[in-house]
Structures are given as C-alpha cells and as structure tokens.
C-alpha cells in the first residue's frame, strides 16, 4: 500500500475513532458528554479485567474529588485509571503521558513543562521504556512512542489533550487483545471523549511563561436527529519560546469525531486527527558541561555568527571552560511533522450475547528534523552545513473480534493486521559564507535546491499479523479467571537505493528479520474475598517485534542501525525480546479509601542494548544482545477521602532491576552482571492533595525519585530530587452568554528546582566517559487558562 493511498484513505475516513470497552454499546457519561466547569464531575467505570473482559469486572465510580487516579476494582492485574477530571488539574496542552508520572512506577521525563518536546519525551513503566510498551487511542495502535516512530504516532499528536476521556494504564502486562507488538511490559489505553448530546462548544485560552499561547476551540453539533447522530470538530494551538535559548514550539491540531448510533446499543464511529508541530532542540547535556556552564547552557540560535566562528575553533568565553566547546553548542536542532490519523469502528451487538467489533484505521506521516553540524562542511568553503533526516510513515490497518458470552464465561477472539512503510533519508544542504546570509529559521521547508550530499536513503516494510483467544469466565459472584494466548509474525526488511560509503565509511545495514511465536499465553484472576476486598494475580509471556530505523540514529535498539556486516554476523543469531512478568496483589475499594498493594517479578531475555560511544554526535553504534534482566518491585497506592471535597493520594514504588551476566564487548569483558539497568529510578514516591468547595477547587503534587545510573557498569548518575505542582480553579457558573466561565492558575517546578530530566537520548555507555548525555528539566513556570462554554 502506498504513502498516497494510505493517506487517502485516511482522509476518507476521516477520522479514526475507536469505540469505548467491547461490550460497552452505551457510552459512560464521562464519554457522552464533556462536563461543562459549574458541573459536578461526572462518575468514571473503573478498568475491567481485559479488553474483552471488562463488562465482566463490577466498577465503580470514582468521586468527584478523586486526586489523582481511580484503582482497577474488580481488574484480574493491576490497573490505574486517569480521568477526564484529572487530567484537567495539569495546564491545556500537557501530555497525557506526563499526566501518568503521578501512578506508581510510572516515570516520565520531558525538558520542557508541557511534555510536548517528543525528543526529550521518555516514559517508563517498571523499568521498561516507551519502545517495550503498548499504546492505543481507541483501540487504534500509536507504535512503541519512539522519537522517530515508525509504526505509530505520538500521544500528543495523535489526539489533543482536551479531547481526551481517559487513560486506562496496566502497569505490569496489557490485555491480551491491545493492540501491540512491543507491549514487553504494560499498555496504555487512551480514549477520547464523544461528542455531546448538546448543541454548543467550548474555547479557551492560555497564557504563561516563556511567551506561552495556546488556543483551544471545540464545537459541538448536538442531536442531529431522533437516532442521535453527533459530532464534534476541535482545534488547538500553541506557541512558546524555549525556556532557555533561542527557538520556539509551535504546533497546530485539529480534531474531530463523529457518532451515529445504531440498534441494540450499536455504534459506528469516526475520528479524525490533524497534526503540525515545529519544535526547536535543547542542548544536550553532559556532567562537565552542567558543572562548566551551568544548566542554561543552549544552542546559538539566531546567532549565526556565533556557531559560524565556533566551527572554526573560535568560542564564546564560557564553552572554553569546557572539555569540548566543539559540541557544546551548534547553531540549532529542529524537528517538522505533519500527520494524518483516522479511523472507523463499527461496535454492533448482534444479539444479546454476541458482539462484533471491527476497527479500520490510517495513518500518514511526513516531515524532517534538521541539526547545523561542523562536522561537515558545505562546498562553498562555510564550516557546517546543515543534515537533514526526513522519517517518513504510512500505514494502515483493521482489527476485528467477536465476543460470545455463553453462561459464565465470555469468549473473545479476533486478528489485527497491518501494513507499514517507514522511509528515511539523510541528507546535507549548503550552508552560507559569513556575510553571505544565515541559515535562517529551519523549520520554514526543507530546502531541497541546498542539498549537496545524500548519506542514505532506506525504505523499510513491515507486515504485522496477530491472533489472539481468550476467556474470561466468572467462576463464582466473586472469583474471575481470564485464561488465553496470541500468536504473533511481524515481518519488517528494507532496502537501500542509496548510500555514499565516503561519508557513512561502510555498507549499510539491508536485508529482512522476523520475530514470531505462536504461542504467548497469559492467565489472570480476580477474588473478591470480602466486601471491598479482593485479590489479584496475572503471569504473562510476552514478545517484542524488531524495532526499525534508520543508520546510526542512535533512537532505537535497532539491528539496522548498523553496518552490513554486523547485521549479516548476528541475523541468523539475534532473536526477538522476551520475557515473563509475575504480578498479584491485593486492592481495597471503598467510598472512603481506595487501595492498591502489589509484588511483581520479570524475568526478560534476549535483552537488545543499544551500545554507544564517542561522541553523541559521531558515534560508534551496535546493537547487541545483553542477555537476562531480572525485575522485582513492589508498589502500593492510597487515596484517602476523609471529608467531602478533599482527596489526599500516595504512592510508593521500589524495582531493584539488574543484568543477569557480564558483557563481551570489542574492547573486553564488561562488568555489568548484577548492576543496575540505567535511566530508571529504585525508589518512586507520589503525593497529591486536592481540595475542592463550591465553585474552588486547588491542588498540590510533588514526585521524589532517587537516583538514576547513566551507564552500565553504574560507575556515573544522576542525583535523585523532588519536584512540586501546583494548580487551582474557580468555576464563576453562567457569564453573560457563556453557559459557564473557568479561570485556572498552575505553577510546575514550585520551588524552582534545578534537576536532569531526560537521560539516555542518545544511548547509554558501558563505563564513564565524557559522552554521557542528559536534558535539563524546565524552571519554574507560570501558566493562567481561562475557558468558556457555550
């Protein structure tokens, strides 16, 4: 399937909506209409057992002043629910991903306040990164979230935050049927709001720090006829200089959603999503630079002059206290996408006691990410020039399962298939003479008439067949088994009509890998052995595909980010991630408190490792095959409401999560057995408080991580460090003609603490060296929204 056919059946369909849980014919009402600000927030069914399961597991709301998250009652594993009301304590505009820092073993990391900067974007979930997890948006599969995805798209630009209705996020393993090859470790399942049954809309505004505006419009058709057609299109907009440096984040998006419901409690839905974001690069970081220059230090931008002078050895004062003034700086970094997703769901309940739902989707993907190097010099005689990468996706889907409920039991089985292409190229463009010009703003095209050298071009293709079968059978009234398996092939190879060995210095990377296996079970249960008590268990066996890009990315583990010829020395040998994960726990749920508590191991083989060294910015890159990783971790959460209005959370989270063996490397045997795995914290505590009378409501969180390793042998890190927020709101009721009026005031970062956020961008090193490289986190920020509805 091409680029432009999958592009037009995107826009054909447009807009890619998945329905809400399986059996769920009627929408909830958080789904079925957005809240207006004067209105009591509406009740929110806890997360089921499965996919297909979750009609089977008894909710229960969550009240209206919950803090922070609602706890899987009734789940068979353990599961955390983020609502609608929130996520709306965080600022417009913040990732959904960040709004999941606050659940136990949950981190995320962003250099900037929104979580909107994809480059420094990284989450983890019990050790396991973004690229070893699950992400759906109704259903519709987003890939592994990597920087340069290939299968998928990132949260924030596959549905606008506003729009959101929830999360629904399995810390240890997905359900069965999420649709996913990289789900090593948990899922996390966004849905989107449905349109309102009411005519009429919403518009916001946001004003903060670093020049901040963001614009926010959603209008709402209403009852179109007796069946209750409806739909609503969205629009978002941002703009927002860097923290620090020159640059800005800009971004476009629209959304838009259509439901015509059908007989039975049948539906059919759309969703469309429309996406353009132009984002500017913070410095990355290393130690000496941070203890040199300080955590200011940025790229020259719009300094052209500078970074001109810096590629010929003449520096500004304070990089020459530096080890490398080199590359402590460039001119700038850039990253341009537009994307396109849609999708249409038909959720029909045949009968009574059998449902078929059958989800088509698309998505496509262009842009380019540009870096000014001195590395390579243009032909006019300039120091730099400017290398151009242009990640490039296609890529379309169905999905499809029927579920038969049969006495106690409630049998699912269905099949995803998908077809991808993932295209990458790298390229170089002139750079001008000083005096001559500068390189301008990089986001304004691709300057294809400066082009002067091609690096690579590779076009990849994948084909992703999954089956799944499972059951969810209902014992007794309080005890739920969920037993099934699925099988999975993903097939992903690629050409390369074009490389230039004079400046890569080898044969690319080419030819195809398979990862399948015909049988990954997973067994889960459920006991409900008193009133608000009940336990949990859940063990599963789990695979990750191949990830995919381009030469020397240094984004992914993937095998084709090397030569030919070490692709050629480990194909036959290098097999896909596995592993098992062990998880039960215990989980009390009461008006009063809500209560999780949770032991879990995971046993994970085949680890892939992207090796790195050197600079980042020329590096030597490998994947290699790191053997065993052992995880045991406990964690426990509490949400405590002692009083109308008040709701006061707690979360603890420990992973001690070590390599099983040392490591052969060309320069010798790596002393990496019992070490810790880098990036990821031992310890994790979470707090909110929320408080909230007549029309007021405020909060306050904070997140205390420890210590993060940066290499393998754990012989350099990262201190620990606590971080507070805090946001309030006043809902002023009907204004004139507006239906209701919010004014909302948030600070991230309240004391200002100066603290490293993302670690690992560009690959971790075996020992301590200068290339150990991190991002800032932003400082204090200050953000006020004011929304109305009508």
Do not use: C
Request: charged residues 15%.
């Amino acid at each position: 399937m091409t680029s432009r056919r999958i592009l037009a059946l995107s826009t054909m369909l447009g807009g890619l909506a998945i329905a809400p849980q399986l059996h769920a014919a009627t929408p909830t009402p958080a789904q079925a209409t957005a809240p207006r600000p004067n209105a009591p927030a509406p009740s929110h069914r806890a997360a089921g057992t499965t996919g297909a399961g979750k009609a089977a597991a008894a909710g229960t709301p969550a009240p209206a002043n919950e803090a922070i998250s609602v706890f899987g009652h009734g789940s068979t594993r353990q599961m955390t629910s983020v609502t609608r009301t929130m996520m709306q304590q965080s600022v417009p505009g913040t990732s959904p991903l960040k709004v999941l820092s606050q659940l136990p073993g949950v981190l995320y990391q962003s250099a900037d306040p929104f979580g909107a900067y994809e480059y420094s974007s990284q989450l983890f979930m019990r050790g396991f990164n973004q690229s070893q997890l699950g992400f759906t948006l109704d259903d519709i599969p987003l890939g592994d979230q990597q920087f340069n995805n290939y299968n998928g798209l990132s949260v924030t630009r596959s549905i606008i935050s506003d729009d959101v209705g929830g999360v629904d996020v399995s810390q240890g393993a997905g359900a069965i049927d999420v649709a996913s090859t990289s789900n090593l470790g948990g899922a996390i399942q966004i849905r989107s709001i449905d349109p309102s049954h009411v005519r009429g809309g919403t518009v916001a505004q946001t004003f903060g720090s670093n020049s901040t505006m963001r614009t926010y419009a959603r209008f709402e058709s209403g009852d179109l006829n007796p069946t209750g057609t409806r739909f609503y299109v969205a629009y978002a907009r941002l703009n927002g200089n860097l923290w620090k440096g020159g640059g800005y984040d800009h971004s476009d998006q629209v959304n838009a959603k259509l439901v015509q419901p059908l007989a039975r409690g049948s539906s059919l839905k759309l969703f469309f999503d429309w996406s353009s974001i132009q984002q500017f690069d913070y410095q990355d970081m290393t130690k000496n630079w941070l203890n040199t220059v300080g955590p200011n230090l940025a790229n020259y931008y719009p300094n052209y002059t500078a970074a001109y002078n810096a590629a010929l050895g003449t520096y500004p004062a304070e990089l020459q206290k530096t080890n490398d003034p080199f590359d402590a700086a460039y001119y700038a970094g850039t990253a341009n996408r537009t994307d396109y997703l849609g999708g249409l769901t038909l959720d029909e309940n045949l009968s009574e006691t059998l449902n078929w739902k059958t989800t088509l989707y698309g998505h496509a993907n262009n842009g380019y990410s540009t870096w000014t190097t001195p590395y390579m010099p243009s032909p006019n005689g300039a120091p730099l020039s400017q290398r151009i990468q242009t990640p490039n996706v296609a890529r379309g889907g169905l999905q499809s399962a029927v579920t038969w409920k049969i006495a106690r039991h409630a049998v699912n089985a269905g099949v995803w298939y998908e077809y991808g292409n993932f295209n990458e190229g790298r390229y170089f463009s002139e750079a001008p003479l000083l005096g001559q010009g500068t390189l301008g703003n990089p986001t304004t095209g691709f300057p294809a008439d400066k082009v002067f050298a091609t690096a690579w071009q590779e076009a990849f293709s994948t084909r992703t067949f999954v089956f799944h079968l499972q059951d969810t059978y209902k014992v007794t009234d309080n005890l739920t088994i969920n037993a099934g398996f699925k099988s999975m092939i993903v097939n992903s190879g690629n050409s390369v009509p074009t490389q230039d060995g004079t400046i890569n210095g080898t044969r690319l990377a080419q030819g195809h890998l398979e990862a399948s296996n015909a049988f990954l079970p997973q067994v889960s249960a459920n006991w409900r052995f008193l009133p608000h008590n009940e336990l949990f268990f859940d063990v599963s066996h789990n695979m990750r595909s191949f990830p995919l890009d381009g030469y020397g990315t240094n984004v992914s583990a993937t095998p084709w980010t090397a030569s030919q010829a070490s692709f050629q020395a480990t194909r036959n040998t290098l097999k896909p991630e596995t592993d098992w994960v062990y998880e039960g726990g215990y989980r009390y749920t009461s008006p009063l408190i809500s209560a999780l508590a949770s032991l879990y191991r995971v046993n994970f083989s085949n680890r892939l490792q992207l090796i790195t060294s050197q600079a980042g910015i020329n590096p030597v890159t490998a994947v290699q095959n790191v053997g065993g990783v052992t995880t045991n971790g406990a964690e426990a959460s509490v949400t405590l409401r002692p009083v109308r209005g008040l709701s006061i959370y707690n979360s603890f989270s420990y992973a001690h999560s070590t390599y099983d063996q040392n490591v052969m490397t060309a320069t010798g045997l790596q002393p990496t057995r019992g070490k810790l795995v880098p990036n990821y914290p031992q310890f994790m505590y979470k707090g909110n408080i929320s408080y909230a009378i007549g029309n007021f409501d405020a909060h306050v969180d904070g997140t205390y991580l420890s210590r993060r390793e940066l290499t393998y042998t754990n012989d350099l890190r990262v201190p620990g460090y606590f971080l507070m927020n805090f946001g309030m709101r006043y809902h002023f009721g009907q204004v004139g003609p507006f239906r209701g009026l919010t004014a909302s005031f948030n600070v991230y970062n309240l004391t200002n603490k100066t603290y490293i956020a993302t670690t690992n961008e560009l690959g971790n090193n075996f020992v301590n060296t200068d290339f150990n490289y991190f991002l800032m986190g932003a400082p204090r920020q200050f953000f006020g929204t004011v929304s109305a509805d009508f």
